[in-house]
């Protein structure tokens, strides 16, 4: 099949972009050429700007694709553009959004039929926190007006693995790796009940592959396994943990939002930990085992020499205030 691939040079595109040719299947990318990657061979690249309107995707023109997989559509603008010109040129498009289009994200369980955000009503404005989900629900609704009938809307929760540049899914790997190493204990928020929930980049590529080639419409939440994270440290083989609540923390001047991925139980955001994978899994989503996604990405990392998003120092700091306080709890040694 002949694939293109919007974006496709990082982290969860350049993923989309190996399964593709893995296969055997023929992929072209657009981008902006910002990104220097190493593509697989015969990776056709072209160069266009989505937010030069119609304009900037002239290298587009003439050419056709049996599906397109957009990953780099973020602004309704961006969108309304690839799907103009790209309508009539490509048999299927499937738009990488995020669970963050749902409305009500304090749900015990997430799924697909859950309530969206208001999509977003503006042109041009910045991604941020607050703009992102919105901007998502409108681009969605963009992509299922432009193509009825032949459109695919994935829903990826928290996106782990190899390539992760924002350095969120290579904290822990790499942290409970420095502690087998001597430097422990691991200050970890909460109690340990907690949940964290991710999925690796691979699963998430293969399934986008899986759905081009089986011509699978509707919409998909893409989620991986579901654990507490006294699991998830168990399983990274993390010696000792000093666990720490809210409270605990706040009184030593941090927050956990200084710790990646993490998000406690009770936060208003607490469903995105809970993303049901049902129709995904029904659909041919395979997962990962999540110690072999956190081993490959401990390997990545240090390939990489990424710097941790909470530096030594910083936890240092923060276990020195918590024992001079009294404060924290030390888990058991695992054997």
Not at 250 to 259: I, N, R, S, T
Request: proline share 6%.
């Amino acid at each position: 099949m002949d694939i293109l691939i919007l974006g496709g040079t990082r982290f969860v595109g350049r993923h989309i972009v190996e399964a593709f040719a893995a296969v055997g299947h023929r992929v072209t990318v657009l981008t902006r050429g910002q990104t220097v990657a190493a593509l697989p061979a015969g990776v056709e690249r072209l160069t266009g700007d989505r937010d030069a309107a119609e304009a900037g995707l002239a290298a587009l023109s003439g050419r056709r694709w049996d599906a397109c997989v957009d990953v780099s559509g973020y602004q309704p603008q961006q969108v309304r553009a690839s799907t103009r010109a790209l309508r009539g040129q490509v048999g299927r498009y499937v738009f990488v959004s995020t669970v963050s289009v749902y409305a009500e994200q304090d749900r015990a369980v997430v799924r697909e039929g859950d309530p969206l955000l208001p999509a977003f009503a503006g042109e041009g404005a910045e991604v941020t926190p607050e703009t992102y989900g919105p901007m998502k629900v409108a681009c969605e609704a963009l992509v299922q007006a432009a193509f009825p009938g032949a459109f695919t809307v994935l829903r990826p929760q928290l996106v782990a693995g190899p390539g992760d540049y924002t350095r969120r899914s290579t904290y822990w790997p790499g942290r409970a790796a420095r502690a087998r190493e001597g430097d422990g204990p691991v200050l970890a928020p909460g109690d340990g009940q907690d949940f964290i929930q991710t999925i690796d980049a691979r699963d998430h590529a293969r399934f986008a592959v899986g759905v081009v080639e089986g011509g699978v419409s509707g919409i998909f939440n893409v989620a991986g396994p579901r654990l507490t994270w006294a699991d998830y440290l168990a399983l990274l083989g993390t010696p000792e943990v000093r666990w720490a609540g809210g409270a605990e923390l706040e009184a030593v001047g941090a927050g956990w939002q200084e710790f990646p991925v993490y998000l406690p139980r009770t936060h208003a955001q607490r469903g995105i930990m809970n993303t049901d994978a049902g129709a995904a899994l029904a659909a041919g989503l395979a997962l990962t085992d999540p110690a072999v996604t956190a081993a490959d990405t401990l390997a990545w990392s240090r390939e990489a020499n990424l710097s941790p998003l909470l530096s030594p120092g910083r936890e240092a700091e923060l276990l020195t205030a918590l024992a001079a306080a009294g404060r924290g709890q030390s888990a058991p040694r695992l054997p």
